[in-house]
C-alpha cells in the first residue's frame, strides 16, 4: 500500500496565510497570564480570609493595624497611573509618539513613587510580618503586589527606550497593549488588596 | 503539483550537535528534550522505588534507616509526580505532538517554550542534586505542616525542595499559557472545535488546569519557605488546614493533570488500533472539559480527617462522586470503540487495554474512598497507595508507555520491536498487579502508608512480601523497555504513517522536518488522514 500524505496530494488547499485568530496571539498569552497571576492572589486572600475566620480577634490583640493614609495616597497614584497609561495606549492608537512617550513617563514615575511610599510602609511591616498571621499576610499581599509594580516600572521603562527609538506605530503596538493591560491588573490587584486589608481589615 | 507552495521555515535552518539542542526553540526538540529528562526521573524515582520495596519485604529490616525511608518516600512521589509524570505527558508528549496534530509549524510561542523547558530542567537539578549531596526533605510530596516547619524539618533539604517545586510550578504555568494560545490560534484551517484531535482537547483542558491551580500552591509554597526562613507566622498552631486546603487546590487537579493527556493518549490510540472513529467523539470532549471544571470542586476529600465541617465535608463527597460520572462516560466511550473493531494488538494497543484494566480498578477504589465513612477507616493507609498507584501507574503510566510505542515511530523514524514490546507489557502488567493489588488488602489490614518498618504477626508479612517481588517484575519490565529503546537504532525504518493513523501528525515525515509540514493542510473532518486514505485509491 502506498503512503499517502496531504502534501503529496493536488487537492490539498494551499494556505499558509496565518487565520485571523492568529492576530491578537500575544494578547490573548497576556491575559492567560494574567489570569493565572489572579489565581496567585486569590490563594493569597483566601489565606487572609482563612486566618481571619478562624482567629478569635482580627487583627490580634497588641496588633496595630498600619495607618491608612499612605494606602489612600497609594490608591490615588495607582488610579492615576493607570489613567496615564490608559492615554498613553490611546495615544500610539493614533500614531501620537509624543502622547506615548509622556503617558508613559508619568505612569512609570507614578510607579516609582508607589514603590517608595511601600517602602516606607515596610520598614515597619518587618515586624509586624513576624508578630502574627495578621501581620504576615498583611505584608505579603503588600508585598507581593508591589513586586508586581516593579515589573511594570520595567515593562515601564522598556517601553519608554523602544518609544523613543521609535518602535511603535498604530499598526505596531502590542508591546504597549500588553504593558497597558498589566497595568491595570496590577492596579485592579491594588484596589482590592486596598478594600481588603484597610477597609474590610 | 499544480499549485506549489514553497516549503517556509520560519527560522534559519535548525543547528546541528550540542548547540542545535542548547539553543532550539523548536517544539519537538524541546518534546524530545523533556521526554528525555521525564525518563531519566523515572529511573531514579523507581529505583528508590525498589528501596522502599526491599525495605517492607520483611518485617523489622533496616536496609535504610528510617530517616532515609522518610527522604526516600518523599522523593520517590515528588519525582514521579513533578518531574516525570507531568513534564512526560505535558512538557513531552504535548510539545512534541499539540503543534504537530493541529497542523502548526510551532507552538505560539516557542522562546518562551525553550524557558519552561530549561526552568524544569533547572528546578529537577536543584531537588536531585540536594537529594544526592543530603540536602533531602522528609515531609512527604505532600509536605504538610507542621512535619515541614522549621520544628520538624530543620535542615535546609525541606527549602532546596521547596524552591524546587516553586521553579516547576513557574515553568508549567508558562508552559500552559503556550499551550492554550497555541490551540486556540495556530489551527490548521478548516480544524473547528469538533475536529480537534481528543488529546489536544486533553491538553487544552490539562492546560487550563495548570494555569489556575498552580499558582495557588505557589502561594502557598512561598508563604511556606517564608513561614521557615523569616519568621512569618502562617501555619502555626492550629492552621495546618490552611496548608491542606492550598495545597490540595492544587494537587488535586494535579492529579487530572497526570490522567487527562493519558486519557487524551488512549483515545487516539484505541480508534486507529480498532480500525473505528472514537466513538462518541463529542461526548468524550464534553466529558473531559467536565472533568477539568469537577476537578476543581474536589480537593476536600483529601481532608476527611482533618476536621473540617461537616456538612463541607458532604458536599466535596458529593462532587468527588458526581466526578466519576464523566470518567465513566470515557470509560464506555473506549469500551464502545473497541467493540466489534478490527483490533490490531500491537503493543500500544495493549498498553491502552492495560490502561483501561488497573485504571478501572483504580477509579472504583477512588470513589470508594469519596465516601467519608470509608475513607476515615481507610485513610492514609496502604489502601490509598493502592488507589493512587493504580491510577497513576496503571493510568498514567501505562498511558505514557503506549504513547511511546504508538509515537516512537514518529520521532525516531525506526519502528520498535514487537517482540520485545509485547514482552515489555506483559511483565509490566503482571508486576503492576503483583505489586499494588496486595496493598488493599495490607490498607484494609491496618498497614499505615510511610511507616520504615513493622513488628511481624499482623498479618502484613505475605502481602509485603509479594508486593517486593512484583516490584522487581516491573523494574525488569522497564529494563526491557531500554533495551527496546537502545535497539531502536537498528530498527526497521518507520514510514510515514505506520499505523494508518487519523490525525495530522502522520501526514508529514517521520521523524518530521522542522518546519513540520511542507503546506500547512487543511482539514475536513475529525480524521483528516482517514479522508486521505479514502479518496487515494489503495495499491
Given amino acids: 500500500m502506498a503512503q499517502v500524505s496531504l502534501r503529496d496530494r493536488n487537492l490539498t488547499q494551499t494556505r499558509d496565510v496565518a487565520p485571523a485568530r492568529q492576530k491578537n496571539v500575544g494578547l490573548l498569552g497576556v491575559s492567560l497570564f494574567i489570569a493565572s497571576e489572579s489565581m496567585f492572589f486569590l490563594g493569597l486572600f483566601l489565606a487572609w480570609f482563612f486566618m481571619r475566620n478562624t482567629s478569635d480577634a482580627w487583627p490580634p490583640a497588641g496588633v496595630t493595624p498600619p495607618p491608612i493614609a499612605p494606602a489612600i495616597f497609594n490608591t490615588a497614584v495607582a488610579l492615576l497611573s493607570a489613567f496615564a497609561v490608559g492615554l498613553a495606549d490611546r495615544a500610539i492608537a493614533r500614531d501620537d509618539r509624543r502622547g506615548l512617550v509622556g503617558g508613559t513617563v508619568v505612569a512609570g514615575a507614578l510607579g516609582v513613587i508607589f514603590m517608595a511610599v511601600q517602602a516606607i510602609e515596610f520598614t515597619e511591616l518587618a515586624t509586624l510580618a513576624q508578630s502574627s498571621a495578621y501581620g504576615s499576610a498583611f505584608t505579603f499581599l503588600l508585598l507581593f503586589h508591589v513586586l508586581r509594580v516593579f515589573v511594570g516600572v520595567i515593562l515601564m521603562a522598556v517601553l519608554l527606550v523602544r518609544a523613543l527609538i521609535g518602535h511603535f506605530s498604530s499598526k505596531r503596538r502590542l508591546l504597549v497593549q500588553a504593558t497597558a493591560m498589566y497595568w491595570y491588573f496590577i492596579t485592579g490587584v491594588w484596589l482590592v488588596v486596598f478594600a481588603v486589608l484597610y477597609l474590610i481589615g | ?539
Avoid at chain 2, 49 to 73: E, G, K, M, S
Avoid at chain 2, 121 to 143: E, N, Q
Avoid at chain 2, 292 to 311: N, Y
Avoid at chain 2, 368 to 373: D, E, N, R
Fill in chain 2, 1 to 539: 503539483m499544480a499549485s506549489i507552495s514553497i516549503p517556509i521555515p520560519l527560522r534559519e535552518r535548525a543547528k546541528s550537535g550540542v548547540l542545535g539542542w542548547l539553543a532550539t526553540v523548536d517544539h519537538k526538540k524541546i518534546g524530545i528534550m523533556y521526554m528525555v529528562m521525564s525518563f531519566a526521573f523515572f529511573i531514579a524515582a523507581g529505583l528508590m522505588a525498589l528501596l522502599i520495596r526491599l525495605q517492607l519485604a520483611a518485617p523489622n529490616l533496616q536496609v535504610v534507616d528510617p530517616n532515609t525511608y522518610n527522604q526516600l518516600f518523599t522523593m520517590h512521589g515528588s519525582a514521579m509526580i513533578f518531574l516525570f509524570t507531568i513534564p512526560m505527558l505535558v512538557g513531552g508528549f504535548g510539545n512534541y505532538f499539540v503543534p504537530l496534530m493541529i497542523g502548526a509549524r510551532d507552538v505560539a510561542f516557542p522562546r518562551l517554550n525553550a524557558f519552561s523547558f530549561w526552568i524544569t530542567l533547572g528546578a529537577g537539578l536543584v531537588m536531585l542534586i540536594g537529594f544526592v549531596f543530603g540536602a533531602r526533605s522528609d515531609a512527604a510530596w505532600t509536605a504538610y505542616v507542621p512535619y515541614s516547619t522549621k520544628a520538624y524539618s530543620p535542615t535546609v533539604g525541606m527549602d532546596i525542595w521547596l524552591i524546587g517545586i516553586i521553579l516547576l510550578g513557574i515553568g508549567s504555568t508558562l508552559g500552559a499559557v503556550n499551550f492554550l494560545v497555541t490551540v486556540y490560534s495556530m489551527r490548521a484551517p478548516g480544524m473547528t472545535a469538533w475536529r480537534i484531535p481528543m488529546f489536544v482537547w486533553a491538553m487544552a483542558t490539562t492546560a487550563v488546569m495548570v494555569l489556575l491551580a498552580t499558582p495557588v500552591l505557589t502561594a502557598a509554597l512561598i508563604m511556606l519557605v517564608a513561614d521557615r526562613n523569616f519568621n512569618t507566622q502562617f501555619f502555626v498552631a492550629n492552621r495546618v488546614q490552611l496548608w491542606q486546603h492550598m495545597f490540595w487546590f492544587y494537587s488535586h487537579p494535579a492529579v487530572y493533570i497526570m490522567i487527562l493527556p493519558a486519557m487524551g493518549i488512549i483515545s487516539e490510540i484505541i480508534p486507529v488500533f480498532s480500525r473505528k472513529p472514537l466513538f462518541g467523539l463529542r461526548a468524550v470532549v464534553i466529558s473531559t472539559v467536565i472533568i477539568g471544571l469537577l476537578g476543581f470542586t474536589t480537593w476536600v476529600h483529601h481532608m476527611f480527617v482533618s476536621g473540617v465541617d461537616p456538612a463541607i465535608e458532604r458536599f466535596f463527597m458529593f462532587t468527588t462522586m458526581v466526578i466519576a460520572v464523566p470518567t465513566g462516560v470515557k470509560v464506555f466511550n473506549w469500551l464502545a470503540t473497541l467493540w466489534g473493531g478490527s483490533l490490531n494488538f500491537k503493543t500500544p494497543l495493549l498498553m491502552c487495554l492495560g490502561f483501561l484494566a488497573t485504571f478501572v480498578i483504580g477509579g472504583i477504589s477512588g470513589v470508594m474512598q469519596g465516601s467519608i465513612p470509608i475513607d476515615q477507616y481507610v485513610h492514609n493507609s496502604y489502601f490509598v497507595v493502592a488507589h493512587f498507584h493504580y491510577v497513576l501507574f496503571g493510568g498514567s503510566v501505562f498511558g505514557i508507555f503506549a504513547a511511546l510505542y504508538y509515537w516512537g515511530p514518529k520521532i525516531t523514524g525506526r519502528m520498535f520491536d514487537e517482540k520485545l514490546g509485547k514482552l515489555h507489557f506483559w511483565l509490566m502488567f503482571i508486576g503492576f498487579n503483583i505489586t499494588f493489588f496486595p496493598m488493599h488488602f495490607l490498607g484494609l489490614q491496618g498497614m499505615p502508608r510511610r511507616i520504615a518498618t513493622y513488628d511481624p504477626g499482623r498479618g502484613w508479612e505475605l502481602g509485603n512480601l509479594i508486593a517486593t517481588i512484583g516490584a522487581f517484575i516491573l523494574a525488569f519490565s522497564v529494563l526491557i523497555f531500554i533495551i527496546n529503546a537502545i535497539k531502536l537504532r537498528h530498527g526497521e525504518r518507520a514510514t510515514d504513517d505506520p499505523w494508518e493513523g487519523n490525525t495530522l501528525e502522520w501526514s508529514t515525515s517521520s521523524p518530521p522536518p522542522e518546519y513540520n509540514f511542507l503546506e500547512i493542510p487543511t482539514v475536513t473532518s475529525d480524521r483528516p488522514l482517514f479522508d486521505e486514505r479514502m479518496r487515494t485509491p489503495h495499491m
